[in-house]
Protein backbone atom coordinates (compact mmCIF):
# COMPACT_ATOMS: atom_id res chain seq x y z
CA UNK A 1 0.00 0.00 0.00
CA UNK A 2 1.49 3.33 -1.24
CA UNK A 3 1.62 6.30 1.13
CA UNK A 4 -1.67 7.94 -0.23
CA UNK A 5 -3.27 4.93 0.05
CA UNK A 6 -2.27 4.99 3.18
CA UNK A 7 -3.70 8.62 3.87
CA UNK A 8 -6.98 7.61 1.91
CA UNK A 9 -7.54 5.06 4.54
CA UNK A 10 -6.85 7.19 7.50
CA UNK A 11 -8.73 10.38 5.52
CA UNK A 12 -11.70 8.91 3.15
CA UNK A 13 -12.25 12.10 1.46
CA UNK A 14 -8.77 12.02 -0.23
CA UNK A 15 -9.05 10.84 -4.45
CA UNK A 16 -6.63 7.73 -4.81
CA UNK A 17 -7.49 6.27 -8.24
CA UNK A 18 -5.65 3.85 -10.15
CA UNK A 19 -5.88 5.82 -13.06
CA UNK A 20 -4.01 9.60 -12.80
CA UNK A 21 -6.51 10.97 -15.00
CA UNK A 22 -9.28 10.52 -12.47
CA UNK A 23 -6.89 11.67 -9.71
CA UNK A 24 -7.97 15.52 -9.01
CA UNK A 25 -6.11 17.62 -5.97
CA UNK A 26 -7.61 17.37 -3.31
CA UNK A 27 -10.21 20.29 -1.89
CA UNK A 28 -10.10 20.03 1.70
CA UNK A 29 -7.63 22.37 3.30
CA UNK A 30 -6.75 20.31 6.47
CA UNK A 31 -6.13 17.34 4.69
CA UNK A 32 -3.55 19.23 2.18
CA UNK A 33 -2.17 21.30 5.19
CA UNK A 34 -1.97 17.31 6.93
CA UNK A 35 -0.15 16.04 3.42
CA UNK A 36 2.26 18.80 3.61
CA UNK A 37 2.97 18.53 7.41
CA UNK A 38 3.43 14.83 6.92
CA UNK A 39 5.76 15.22 3.54
CA UNK A 40 7.96 17.52 5.83
CA UNK A 41 8.57 14.78 8.68
CA UNK A 42 8.91 12.69 6.22
CA UNK A 43 11.60 14.60 4.57
CA UNK A 44 13.03 15.60 8.25
CA UNK A 45 13.32 11.36 9.24
CA UNK A 46 15.41 10.61 5.66
CA UNK A 47 18.00 13.60 6.83
CA UNK A 48 18.04 12.02 9.98
CA UNK A 49 18.83 8.28 8.39
CA UNK A 50 21.13 9.64 5.94
CA UNK A 51 23.42 11.32 9.00
CA UNK A 52 22.69 8.31 10.97
CA UNK A 53 24.33 6.52 7.56
CA UNK A 54 27.22 8.25 7.58
CA UNK A 55 27.99 7.95 10.94
CA UNK A 56 27.81 4.11 10.45
CA UNK A 57 29.98 4.03 7.45
CA UNK A 58 32.69 6.33 9.15
CA UNK A 59 32.45 3.79 11.96
CA UNK A 60 32.95 0.76 9.87
CA UNK A 61 35.50 2.23 7.65
CA UNK A 62 38.15 3.09 11.16
CA UNK A 63 38.04 -0.57 11.79
CA UNK A 64 40.16 -1.22 8.76
CA UNK A 65 38.35 -4.16 7.99
CA UNK A 66 37.39 -5.11 4.22
CA UNK A 67 34.83 -7.02 5.42
CA UNK A 68 32.80 -7.35 8.32
CA UNK A 69 29.67 -9.81 8.59
CA UNK A 70 26.59 -8.79 10.69
CA UNK A 71 24.07 -11.81 11.46
CA UNK A 72 21.66 -10.48 8.31
CA UNK A 73 24.05 -8.49 5.88
CA UNK A 74 27.36 -8.21 5.43
CA UNK A 75 29.93 -4.85 4.42
CA UNK A 76 32.32 -4.91 1.68
CA UNK A 77 34.38 -1.61 2.48
CA UNK A 78 36.71 -0.26 -0.60
CA UNK A 79 39.16 2.24 -0.94
CA UNK A 80 39.73 3.91 -4.24
CA UNK A 81 42.79 6.16 -4.44
CA UNK A 82 41.87 8.29 -7.15
CA UNK A 83 38.79 9.56 -9.10
CA UNK A 84 39.37 10.54 -12.33
CA UNK A 85 36.77 13.52 -13.70
CA UNK A 86 36.77 14.92 -17.15
CA UNK A 87 35.15 18.58 -17.77
CA UNK A 88 33.35 17.70 -21.19
CA UNK A 89 31.93 21.42 -20.87
CA UNK A 90 35.37 23.12 -20.87
CA UNK A 91 36.27 20.66 -23.55
CA UNK A 92 33.74 21.43 -26.21
CA UNK A 93 34.05 25.85 -24.97
CA UNK A 94 37.37 25.42 -25.97
CA UNK A 95 36.80 23.84 -29.06
CA UNK A 96 34.09 26.04 -30.40
CA UNK A 97 31.61 23.58 -31.71
CA UNK A 98 28.95 25.00 -34.01
CA UNK A 99 25.20 25.70 -32.98
CA UNK A 100 24.18 22.84 -35.15
CA UNK A 101 26.46 20.32 -34.04
CA UNK A 102 25.10 21.48 -30.41
CA UNK A 103 21.80 21.18 -31.29
CA UNK A 104 22.73 17.58 -32.89
CA UNK A 105 23.25 16.64 -29.55
CA UNK A 106 21.07 17.69 -27.34
CA UNK A 107 18.34 16.40 -25.68
CA UNK A 108 15.59 17.67 -23.73
CA UNK A 109 13.30 15.61 -20.52
CA UNK A 110 9.51 15.54 -21.16
CA UNK A 111 8.25 18.09 -18.08
CA UNK A 112 7.71 16.41 -14.26
CA UNK A 113 6.28 18.13 -11.45
CA UNK A 114 8.62 18.15 -8.59
CA UNK A 115 7.17 19.14 -4.63
CA UNK A 116 10.41 20.70 -2.32
CA UNK A 117 9.21 21.06 1.10
CA UNK A 118 10.16 23.72 3.64
CA UNK A 119 9.76 25.09 6.98
CA UNK A 120 6.58 27.81 7.35
CA UNK A 121 7.08 30.63 8.14
CA UNK A 122 5.97 31.89 11.61
CA UNK A 123 4.78 35.68 12.27
Known sequence: ?????????ATPRYN???????????MDADLLAATVDL????KAQIATLKTAEEE?????????CRCIEGTQHQAAITYA?????????????HLKPS??????HTTTS?????????ARKTD
Open 81 to 93: TTKTMIDWRAIAQ
Open 39 to 42: LADI
Open 56 to 64: LKADLIATG
Open 99 to 104: RQLITA
Open 110 to 118: EPYDAVRVS
Open 16 to 26: VSADPADQAPP
Open 1 to 9: MNIAQQIAR
